[in-house]
C-alpha cells in the first residue's frame, strides 16, 4: 500500500470574479487544482464588511453590507505546505 501526499495547489474561488451585489447573499466556494487543505485563514488584508471565512471549509459566505473595495488573500494550509489566492 503506497499513500501519496499531494500538496494543495492552484486555488481560486470562481465566484468572487466580478462585483458583488451588496445585500445580495454570497457562498463562495473554494477550488483547488490539486490536493487539499484544512486550515483556511486570511493572510492579508480582510473581506469585504459582512464576509466571513469558514477555517475548516474555506468557504466565503455572508451579506456583503458596505459598497467598498477589498484586497485580501486567502491561505490554505495541509500538514506540509500551503497555497494563497489574492483577490
Known amino acids: 500500500l503506497e499513500v501519496a501526499h499531494e500538496v494543495p495547489a492552484g486555488l481560486d474561488y470562481p465566484e ?3 462585483e ?3 445585500g445580495v447573499f454570497l457562498r463562495a466556494t473554494p477550488w483547488l ?3 487539499y487543505g484544512s486550515n483556511w485563514t486570511v493572510s492579508s488584508g480582510s473581506l469585504p464588511t459582512g464576509l466571513t471565512l469558514d477555517a475548516s471549509s474555506g468557504v ?5 453590507t458596505v459598497a467598498q473595495n477589498a484586497n485580501f488573500s486567502i ?3 495541509d500538514c506540509a505546505t500551503a497555497t494563497t489566492f489574492t483577490n
Open 16 to 18: 468572487l470574479e466580478g
Open 75 to 77: 491561505t490554505v494550509e
Open 60 to 64: 466565503i459566505s455572508g451579506v456583503p
Open 33 to 35: 487544482s490539486a490536493g
Open 20 to 22: 458583488l451585489g451588496r
